[in-house]
């Protein structure tokens, strides 16, 4: 007879598939035991269940079956499932085996699930940060260009009215000495001499740093 039974499982315990389990009727309560460790009492409503069972015996001996974990409250704790069987016939290990398996394939699946999606994820991450290096790249070789040309202006200027330098550097109300460092490459940055990058207005480093790369990087 194969019986199902529920109950609160504290410290370390170790229950199995087909261990074999003793239940011992004392004091007004059913004590589950496992090889030789004290596992817990049956709640009320199962100890009504299995009192039936025990007829004029003190105790009955049983195999576990199958075990269905439905809350854990702590590493320790644990309220379990488990199918009883009164005695350990070959039919009833017959089915043991058949329900072992079953949970077997069951968690081999779920892990060969969790494989793929961790794969999946990996790999969306690893294009992810591919993609912003790349775009940190393009925009440190765009700022380089940048200034390059800045520099070339400053030494072949076109004409003094229409110079190319006043164009990128818009008259500006003059302000306060800035003296910083890049973070990217360190360098030290000076707003005399450095210009802004024109789309985060932070001092453009000569390694091409600005704050376009800096809010890609952290
Ligand atoms: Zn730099
Ligand atoms: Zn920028």
Known sequence: MLQRMSFTISGIYYLSVLA???????????????SGLNLGTLT???????????????????VCHHI??????????????????EANHEHLKYIAAGMVQHRQQQEAELKSQAEEKRILEESRLRRKQEEKEQRIKEIKERNKNHLQMMLNNKRNPI????????????KQVPQSHRLTHCFDCKRELDSHHDIKCTSCRWLLCPCGACGCTYNLMY
Do not use: C, W
């Open 159 to 170: 004409g003094s009215s229409n110079n190319l330098l006043e164009i990128f550097l818009p």
């Open 44 to 62: 009320e409503s199962d100890k009504n269940q299995f009192l039936p069972l025990f007829n004029n015996v003190r105790m009955i001996e049983g």
């Open 20 to 34: 074999k389990i003793k239940l011992i009727y004392i004091d007004e309560e059913v004590r589950i035991l496992a």
């Open 68 to 85: 269905e974990h439905i809350k854990t409250y702590n590493i320790n704790t644990k309220t379990i499932h488990v199918i009883f069987s």
